[in-house]
């Protein structure tokens, strides 16, 4: 998937679900996961029933592969989801200033699908790395990085005190 082709997630903006925050991962990322669809199907062509399908996931690829998993592995295709980076838990509602960046997506994602541990048969790994601890507060310019990673992981889990790969809070 290249940079550009997540502009197609564009297409929700005009919904009042998007300004409302209960976006629905369908159809706004159709488009992705017929990607997924196209990729499983041509690997089942090319090397048969050999085996399961693995997903490598990263950021919010890992949700979209749980949407995937959901709504397309009919015939039990994927065998294991390995989540590199990814929110797998929706922002909270009632932290002042925090903007669900999904719009809501991955809050439907955490209510309506299979949890990471209901998907079993597949094997679930989910990585995540403590590069950097964020803060709340800007104490100086020595603290600016701590403080500007801190407010991007405010939005992503309600709490700029948290540890994280510079993106993707651990606790997500």
């Known amino acids: 998937v290249a940079r550009i082709d997540w502009a197609r997630n564009a297409a929700g ?13 369908r159809p706004t990322v159709d488009w ?25 996931a990263h950021s919010a690829g890992g949700w979209l592969a749980r949407v995937y998993i959901d709504t397309y592995d ?23 200033g925090v903007i669900d960046q999904t719009r809501g997506i991955l809050t439907y994602v955490d209510e309506k ?11 679930v790994t989910c990585v995540a790395g403590t590069y950097l601890r964020g803060r709340g507060t800007f104490e100086g310019v020595s603290s600016a990085q701590a403080f500007i990673i801190g407010q991007g992981y405010k939005q992503v889990c309600g709490d700029a005190d948290a540890d994280g790969d510079g993106i993707t809070p651990v606790e997500t």
Do not use: H
């Open 13 to 25: 903006v005009v919904k009042p679900s998007y300004w409302q925050g209960t976006l629905e991962p």
């Open 74 to 96: 009919e015939e039990g295709d994927i065998g294991r989801l390995v989540s590199l980076g990814s929110p797998m838990k929706p922002v909270p509602r009632d932290v002042p």
């Open 32 to 56: 992705y996961l017929e990607r997924c669809k196209s990729a499983v199907r041509e690997l089942r062509e090319t090397y048969g029933a050999q085996g399961k399908v693995s997903m490598l």
């Open 113 to 123: 699908l299979r949890t990471v541990k209901e998907l079993a048969p597949i094997s």
